[in-house]
């Protein structure tokens, strides 16, 4: 009786662990990753050590908001937070005198002014927003084409010219369909499809181009003083670019960064600034010729998913 006992409960045992292999060969996954070949992370070294020259920061009260994503000071001369709950605070710059400003219902992640004093807004949800001084939000693009749909507008600049530049992180991953734009982040880097781009929008006529393609959640953007070259964060391969805002010929800037670079903004004497967001993960970088292994990865709950954690270094750029 006992032995009967034993081998049903073995069997039960085999047939979970069956399940589980399964489960983790086989069960469905939105992503396909694929191959790549990252460098040797350079660590924290260098033009890159660690510092204490933030610690003296002024910290700036957002009360019960959450994620302020992206700040400017605005032709006001008042401070913009986009914040996570999709509201725009506005605020004296040194954080007095709070109010939210708008609301999307999305959730803006850049934005920049433009020469009539709207806010340009990349809402990843939503798409590429103007804002009226009143507050008022209009849709000025979600797509690029018939059929051709913004999914994860991320950052934005506005040229001298009023030429609109943003970028679109991935055409794969949509936040409003994973999720959020953590996860669509997450699943698109772990991916490495490259569907990212820089997108520009004509006000004069209401067109949407594609100004670069192929890049790996192509983030933060930035416009060179002439107006001419375009500086694009390629967050999932640890780099910045330089591109023409005309032919698109693009060179890399900056390449093996020690973490993710997210937004770009432009500071004081013309200098931008660029944040990473998080150190590089060598879990992931391992990873990066295993595509299969990092689908089985996707395929974990997501307090196992790889990834990174700890700091959030900022560096400046020339």
Do not use: C
């Not at 000025?140 to 991320?154: E, F, K, S």
């Not at 416009?223 to 010929?249: H, M, P």
């Amino acid at each position: 009786m006992e032995s009967s006992k034993g081998h049903k409960i073995a069997a039960g045992a085999a047939l979970t662990l069956a399940g589980l292999v399964g489960y983790l060969l086989l069960w469905p996954v939105p992503a396909e990753p694929v191959s790549w070949t990252p460098q040797q992370a350079p660590g924290y070294l260098g033009a890159h050590t660690l510092n204490t020259r933030l610690a003296g920061l002024q910290k700036i009260d957002i009360g019960t908001e959450q994620g302020p994503e992206h700040l400017a000071v605005g032709p006001d001369g008042k401070l913009y937070a986009a914040v996570a709950s999709g509201r725009i605070l506005r605020m004296a710059p040194d954080g007095s005198q709070r109010e939210v400003f708008a609301s999307t219902g999305g959730r803006v992640l850049g934005f920049d002014f433009d020469a009539s004093g709207r806010l340009i807004a990349a809402d990843a949800m939503k798409g590429l927003l103007a804002i009226a001084p009143d507050g008022k939000v209009s849709v000025l693009t979600a797509q690029v084409a018939q059929g051709d749909p913004i999914r994860y507008a991320d950052g934005v600049v506005v040229a001298p010219s009023g030429m609109i530049y943003f970028t679109d992180a991935s055409t794969h991953f949509a936040p409003a369909e994973w999720g959020g734009t953590f996860e669509a982040s997450v699943l698109d880097i772990l991916e490495q499809s490259s569907t990212g781009r820089v997108l520009a929008y004509d006000p004069s006529n209401g067109s949407t181009r594609i100004v670069a393609g192929g890049l790996s959640f192509a983030n933060g953007i930035a416009l060179s003083g002439d107006g001419r070259t375009l500086f694009v964060n390629e967050t999932g391969r640890y780099r910045i670019w330089k591109i023409d805002v005309q032919s698109g010929k693009r060179e890399v800037l900056f390449d093996n960064l020690p973490g993710y670079p997210d937004n770009l903004m432009r500071g004081r004497d013309g200098k931008i600034w660029v944040g990473l967001v998080k150190p590089r993960n060598p879990t992931i970088d391992k990873l990066a010729q295993k595509p299969f292994m990092r689908k089985l990865t996707l395929r974990l709950p997501r307090a196992m998913w790889p990834v990174p954690k700890g700091l959030r270094p900022r560096v400046r750029v020339q």
